[in-house]
Nanobody, 126 residues
Framework: QVQLVESGGGLVQAGGSLRLSCAAS????????MGWFRQAPGKEREFVAAISWSGGNTYYADSVKGRFTISRDNAKNTVYLQMNTLKPEDTDVYYC???????????????????WGQGTQVTVSS
């Protein structure tokens, strides 16, 4: 079992920045690939970014490439999402998730992720 807790969400103006954090606990040795997803009310949860255990491999959705950066600190069992140049369309609930079986960084399907956090709200005002 892995428990995930996100933090760092909030309200920011367009063009601003936020950094989300996701702290893992439990079987942290199995947090091979960690990812971020986001979801708006009434819409499907969509992939944002993912990172390998070593941090050497990352993968991004086209909509955030060049603006968002995913990173991790395994000593702290934490993954981060630095979000720059935020746009109103980035407004969503952001979720952290982990793949513990057959981890592949380029997996964007939510069903490939085994554990999820509770989400943190990001609101970007225009």
């Amino acid at each position: 079992q892995v428990q995930l807790v996100e933090s760092g969400g909030g309200l920011v103006q367009a063009g601003g920045s936020l950094r989300l954090s996701c702290a893992a606990s439990g079987r942290t040795s199995s947090t091979y690939v960690m990812g971020w997803f986001r979801q708006a009310p009434g819409k499907e949860r969509e992939f944002v970014a993912a990172i390998s255990w070593s941090g050497g491999n990352t993968y991004y959705a086209d909509s955030v490439k060049g603006r968002f950066t995913i990173s991790r600190d395994n000593a702290k069992n934490t993954v981060y999402l630095q979000m720059n140049t935020l746009k109103p369309e980035d407004t969503d609930v952001y979720y952290c998730a982990v793949q513990t079986r057959f981890p592949i960084v380029t997996n964007t399907n939510t069903r490939k992720y085994d554990y999820w956090g509770q989400g943190t709200q990001v609101t970007v005002s225009s």
